[in-house]
């Protein structure tokens, strides 16, 4: 069994050399026996881990839903909450649609352009906020942001995650996309994860 615990890209190249080793060339390299097959990053603490099951065999599944008020956490136009008690009234936020998001600087616009933002702010030894903040896309008619209550102790935020969006839109075709994020006390907002969904493709078409 070998370790990633150290994380650095030498240990990764040797586990996935053994893992083409053991899956594509039948050799006996003792990773079928290993216990802990899964081997992740964690975010929060900033090291690999490895554990037995995926999702977490400790982890359980919760469900939030939007909510109507202002929550005080974000400049956005809704600023709206998020609660694990279902809603008795039908909310109805809006937002304007734009063929570019509201920021040119966030993490989103560093992917595109290659690591373009990170790359050359970590050779100067410089922070850009905006790439580890994303209140600056935060703001203005192009985005709607829902907030929980601040959690009461750690929590570790790890495997699957659904959003269920009921919308309309008066355009041709739209694009929604969700961003997961870690407000901190200070009030930035850290990007965890994103996911997109064309309008035209939110269904599947078994006729196809």
Known sequence: ?????????ATLDLLQLRW????????????VQTKTPLHYYDLGRSAYAETTTFPFSTAHNTTFYFTKGRTGTSGSTNDGGLSATVPTTAGNDQLSWFPIGPSMCDRSSDQWLMGAFSTVTSAAGAVVPCINDDRIAQQGPTALTYTSAPFTRNRAVAGPIKVTINATATTTDAEWVVNVEDVA????????????????????????
Do not use: C, Y
């Open 185 to 208: 006390p200070n009030g930035s907002s850290v990007p965890i994860t994103e996911g997109a969904l064309i309008g035209s493709q939110r269904a599947l078409d078994p006729a196809l």
């Open 1 to 9: 069994h070998l370790s990633a615990a150290a994380g650095g890209s």
């Open 20 to 31: 083409f080793d053991t899956w594509l060339k039948g050799e006996n390299t003792g990773m």
